[in-house]
Every structure is written in C-alpha cells, then in structure tokens.
C-alpha cells in the first residue's frame, strides 16, 4: 500500500477563480479532488486525482444512515516568495487515524496519506490565494459506502480530499466575539465520540448553536456532560483562559478534540515561559477569577481562525465582560507568532512546515 501510486486525470475545463476579497469559507472548490477506495479483503485502492465532481453513492451507503463517517482541516499558504507550504499535516494525518479507529473505519497509511494531499495541493497550487490572510483549505474525509442497512461497520469506504481557497478569516483584524455559555444541550461525553473529528458531533452541535444565532453570539461554550460545570470548548474551537497570568486550557479528557492549534498554543507557551495548566477548569472557578478580577483574558483556537479572542462570555443571564471587549497581549501574540510561521515570515524553530513540493 505504501508503493501505491496516484493516477492523475487532469480536467480540461477549470473552474473560475473567484477574488480573494469574495472568498466565503467553504463555499469555492478547486479543480480536483483525490479518492482512494476501500473493500474489505482487498485493502485500500485505486488511488486517483480527478477532476472535481459530484460522487455517485448507493442510497443504501452506510455513511448516509448511521453517520460512519471522519474529516479533518488543515491549511496550504503561500509565502511571499511564493512558495507553497502546510503546517503540521502529519498532526491531522495522525488524528484522522484515531477518528478512525474511533469509528471502526480502518486505518490509512500515514505517509501515503500526506503524499495524497502534498499531491493534490500541488496539482492545484495555483489555487491558493496569495494574499496575507487567505489560505487554501483542504478537507480529506472517508465515508461509509457499502450498501447495507444492518447497522455494523461497513465493508467499503472512499477516502476523499477536496480543497477549499479560504479569505482571510477576519476581515478588518482580529475581533473578540461574544460567546454563550450553554447549560442545556451537551455535544458529547466521556467515553462518547468527542474527540473523533466525526460527522455525528456536529449534527449534535446545530441547536445549541441556532439557539444563540440571531441573539448576536457567535459561538456557544460547551460545558460537560454530567455536571453542566466544567468546560470542554468553544463551538468547534478549543479554548484558553488567562487567570492572573497562568493560561489555563481544559485537559484531553476524551469529550474534547485534541486540536493542533491547542497543542501548537501550547508548545509556544511554554517556550515563552508562560506558565500553561491542563486540567479541568468548571464555571464556577472561572466566574469566581472574574468576580476578583483575575480573568484577564480568554480565546478559542482552531485552523480556521488560529486564535479567536472571547471578548464576552454569558452565563445564566449574566455578562462576564473580557479585557474590555479587547484582544488581550497573549492572544495578539499567539495570533502573530503562528501566522508568521505559517506564512513563512519567522523562523520554523519547532519544524512545523512541510513544503508542498
Ligand atoms: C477541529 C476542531 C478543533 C480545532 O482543531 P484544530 O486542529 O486546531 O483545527 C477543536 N474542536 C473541535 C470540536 C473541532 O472539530
């Protein structure tokens, strides 16, 4: 499997490359997409860049009735010399595994895997935006598709990677949100699938999130599901609370995505001399530092914004307001170290680009 090759069938009508200023997230796709099938005995096969399209499914797939299904997010930027790089691919590549593993979809070959988006990206290089802020979003994901409606681990599936050019995330810099704290719905349990990045979570996610909508928060704070006290993230973010100069982030507690933005947050930190804490961290002990006046500061983190700033947090009808609706220093500082990692204009010290090519 590690030998397989890619075939590559290039289309011969490309797509029209919308404005960077006109890109939404998710919205654009590109020219071609990878797949790479897999039948049980068989192992995974077939694998092949084609031009990007609709795919034909069975509508007894498995994928489309009991939600056997992983994805993953990471990004490609172009560097003022243009040239073009990935931050931490292996870091997904790794946890689209345990996503599967998770679901009992079988395991796909690591280094095959960035090979497949290494070639995808560079097969449609002149996809990524090459403005400061924007990025080529690429999104591999795997399906069930074996047609059968007994509810068991399918026997077929489709490895595919699709990419996405993505605007910058904040239009006019980066701008603290508002954020309610979410005491009713729960979006998962210990020993639940949490930490899998699976389609099924998210679905879970929508009412909480449609609740606070037109309420002008951005996101929901998830808290566990057994108390309703201790935080978990921030919608699909994870999150970070500055209590008198300690950076204080929810443990892996098995309910909560292990990001590689939270671990790359993590890893400067500490290099910083920052003090950083892992551990359970309940709402009570967070209204408690903002009522003494110890919250400094609070952020989410993921790859779609790097870091968000929480300028405002609801809870129980009350408003914990965060350092003046403003981005705090270590938010500021995070956001400028990692992007210029990922733009290439500071010094990989913890070798975590990939060169596309
Ligand atoms: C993807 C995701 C994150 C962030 O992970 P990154 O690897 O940093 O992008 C956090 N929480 C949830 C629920 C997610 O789906």
Not at 15 to 28: D, I, Q, Y
Not at 209 to 230: C, H, P, S, T
Request: negative net charge; contains cysteine.
């Amino acid at each position: 499997m590690r030998d397989q090759s890619i075939t590559i069938q290039l289309t011969e009508e490309k797509n029209v490359k919308p404005a960077p200023s006109t890109l939404e997230f998710g919205r654009t796709f590109t020219d071609h997409m990878f797949l790479m099938d897999y039948t049980e005995g068989q192992g995974w096969h077939d694998a092949r860049i084609v031009p990007y399209g609709p795919l034909s499914l069975d509508p007894a797939s498995m994928v489309l009735h009991y939600g056997q299904t992983v994805f993953e997010g990471l990004k490609a930027y172009v560097t003022k010399d243009g040239v073009a790089q990935l931050f931490r691919p292996t870091k997904n590549i790794e946890r689209l595994n345990r996503s599967n593993s998770r679901i009992c979809i079988p395991e796909i070959d690591e280094e095959f895997a960035l090979k497949a988006v290494r070639k995808l990206v560079e097969v449609d290089q002149d996809w990524i935006p090459n403005q400061l802020g924007t990025s080529l979003y690429i999104r591999p994901f795997v399906i069930s598709t074996e047609p059968y409606l007994g509810v068991a681990a399918s026997e077929m599936y489709t490895f595919a990677i699709i990419l996405s050019p993505v605007g910058p995330y904040y239009k006019e810099g980066i701008d603290p949100v508002k954020i309610a704290v979410e005491d009713t719905y729960v979006r998962a349990v210990v020993g639940g699938t949490g930490e899998a990045k699976t389609g099924g979570n998210y679905a879970a996610s929508l009412k909480a999130q449609e609740k606070i909508e037109d309420q002008g928060f951005a996101q929901v704070l998830w808290l566990d599901g057994v108390e309703r006290n201790y935080i978990e993230e921030v919608g699909s973010m994870n999150v970070f609370f500055n209590i008198d100069d300690t950076i204080i982030t929810p443990q892996l507690s098995g309910s909560i995505l292990d990001g590689v933005t939270r671990n790359s947050v993590i890893t400067l930190l500490k290099d910083w001399d920052i003090k950083v804490e892992e551990r359970k961290i309940s709402m009570d002990e967070l209204y408690d530092a903002y009522k003494r006046g110890s919250l400094k500061e609070a952020f989410g983190t993921g790859t779609a914004a790097v870091i968000s700033p929480i300028g405002q947090l609801t809870w129980k009808q009350e408003d914990l307001v965060l350092n003046n609706h403003e981005t705090g220093p270590i938010a500021k500082r995070l956001y400028d170290t990692l992007t210029r990692i990922q733009y290439g204009e500071e010094e990989d010290r913890f070798d975590w680009i990939v060169p596309v090519e």
